[in-house]
Structures are given as C-alpha cells and as structure tokens.
C-alpha cells in the first residue's frame, strides 16, 4: 500500500521504518528536515507541504498522521485542502478520545473519514511490532488491515469499536499502567530497605521466571538494574505524567454509559499512582526512581537527574 505519513519522532519515525521493510511505499513529512532526511534514507518519500500529498498519493488517500496531541486540530485543517471525499485520516498520537468523537463527526460532515489508534509498546514497538486498538469504520478497518497487522506483533492489533473506541481502550490501558507500576515501585522500596540485604536484580530475575507477577515491566527493571545500579542513583525520584493517566480518573468519575447516562465508578489504585507523580514533584523517592527507571526503559522518556 501506499500512505501518507505526518510526523516522525521516536514513534514516528520506527513505524515508517516498519513499514518500508514490509513492502509499504510511504510518503512523510517533519518539520525537521534531519527527520525528513533520516526517512528518505530509510526509502521513503518525504515532502515539506501537506499541499504535496494531493499529487503524491493518487486515488483514496490513508494519512497516518502521529503527533502530539495538542497540534492535532491544526493538522487538520491544513490537511484539509489536501484530501478529498472518501480519504481516511489515521490519528495514531494520545489524544483524548472526547477530541476524536468529535474530529470524527466534523470531518464526516466534510465527507472524510476519522480513524484512531491506541498504540502500546513503546519506540521499540513501533519499530519492531506494537501493540494497536483501532477505532473508526470498520469497511475501512477492513480495507486497511493489512497495515495494522503489519506494523503490529502476531495477534496484537484489533478492532475495537466506532470512532474514539482505539483511543478510549488505550486511555484504560494507561491508567492501569500507571497503577501496575506503582505497585511495582511500592514493592521494590520495601525490598530495599528490608533487613535481608537483597539483591535486587535477582529478585527481578526470579520474578519475571514464572511467577504470577512475571510481565515485561518486571523485565525491563532487571535491566534498569542492569544499566544503572540498583540504587539507581542517576535516575530521578520525581515522577512525570502523560495526559492519559488524568484522562482515566476524570473518565471514573464521570463515566459515559451512553449518550444520556453517566456513572461513577471508583479507581482508588489509578487516582493513587497518578496523585503519587503529582506529589512527587519537589518530594523525590526510591519509589519514584523505579517508576521513573521503567517509563525510560519502554517509553525513552527522559529520566535522568540532571534532566
């Protein structure tokens, strides 16, 4: 297939790769011409306007566009001009699924078509095969499956419902996350002060060997130990947070059962996680170090003190 590619950082950028050693033509574009230039390295055509994909990709257009979420709306009013009745617009960024409900049902009026995907894994996922929730039509779930099953691991794509349903399910995902590695977090501090004189990494190890808790957050802590010392001395105890985490409490508290109803429903162990990395600002711990040590082994994110 050939499709149209907006934006090319860490996650970006991995899925292009991706898709190009699958066979896919794909024509990207970046502000950063150094991105831009790394791509067409990669095989893919780039382009500096948007304006370009009218001549670029002929017949329906797919656009994938994997930016932040906060420039999304202006993406796509520059797009706008450039697509036709029929096209497809794949948001594959974090956006609140509320904001996609309602791209969607704007550009339906326009004749276009709104598609999203919840995208776990990681820079290391989208380079290798993530794990991806789709929301959106279905015929065009279907027209495009390919795609999907080829950027994603065996058995790790799905359809999850209309418009907003592959954002929506990925929100989840987060929250339960951050609940996930709190516990994680909890547990290691407990480890280390103990009176035993534990060794840390091979308590990971033994973990993640056939116990109920083995998971791949216990993996990439071993080797968080591995890189950086159990003491983690390098890595800060203040614990930033994704949009995601929020969205999922503010979704609990007032949870959308259909068009006319809402309920209540109670997430004291994602509102905890999430109010730790709060509170964690200004009030650094170990806790805060091993959570902040797994956000960088499977997201990259920027842990390090002096950072």
């Known amino acids: 297939m050939k499709i149209g590619y907006i934006g090319l950082g860490k996650m970006g950028m991995g899925m292009v790769k991706l898709l190009l050693e699958k066979g896919h033509e794909v024509v990207a574009t970046d502000p950063n011409e150094e991105t831009r230039k790394e791509a067409e390295a990669a095989g893919a055509e780039t382009v500096i306007n948007l304006s370009e994909f009218k001549e670029k990709l002929p017949g329906e257009k797919f656009i994938w566009i994997m930016v932040p979420h906060q420039i999304v709306d202006t993406v796509l009013k520059d797009l706008s001009d450039v697509l036709t009745v029929g096209d497809v617009?794949?948001?594959?960024?974090?956006?609140?699924y509320n904001d996609t409900v309602r791209r969607g049902a704007e550009l339906k009026e326009k004749g276009l078509v709104f598609m999203d995907v919840g995208t776990s894994g990681g820079?290391?996922?989208a380079r290798n095969g993530a794990c991806m929730m789709i929301g959106g039509s279905r015929d065009k779930f279907e027209k495009y499956e390919r795609l999907f099953k080829d950027l994603s691991v065996k058995d790790g794509y799905g359809y999850m419902g209309k418009t907003g349903a592959g954002h929506y399910v990925k929100m989840i995902h987060n929250?339960?996350?951050?609940?996930?590695?709190?516990?994680?977090?909890?547990?290691?501090?407990?480890?280390?002060?103990?009176?035993?004189?534990?060794d840390l990494k091979d308590v990971t190890k033994i973990y993640?060997?056939?116990?109920?808790i083995q998971s791949r957050l216990i993996?990439?802590?071993?080797?968080?130990?591995?890189?950086?010392?159990?003491?983690?001395?390098?890595i800060s105890g203040e614990v930033s947070h994704s949009g995601e985490g929020q969205w999922t409490v503010e979704e609990a508290?007032?949870?959308?059962?259909?068009?006319?109803t809402t309920k209540q429903i109670s997430v004291p162990i994602i509102e905890g996680s999430l109010q730790f990395r709060i509170d964690s600002t200004g009030n650094p711990s170990y806790t805060g170090q091993v959570v902040s040590a797994l956000r960088n082994q499977f997201g990259g994110h920027l842990v390090k003190k002096n950072d």
């Open 89 to 96: 617009i794949m948001d594959g960024g974090n956006s609140n």
């Open 123 to 125: 820079p290391s996922g």
């Open 175 to 198: 929250g339960i996350e951050y609940g996930m590695m709190q516990a994680i977090g909890e547990g290691f501090e407990i480890l280390k002060s103990s009176l035993f004189n534990l």
């Open 208 to 212: 993640n060997n056939g116990s109920v």
């Open 219 to 234: 993996g990439w802590l071993q080797k968080a130990y591995e890189e950086e010392g159990e003491d983690l001395n390098a």
């Open 253 to 260: 508290k007032n949870c959308r059962v259909d068009d006319n």
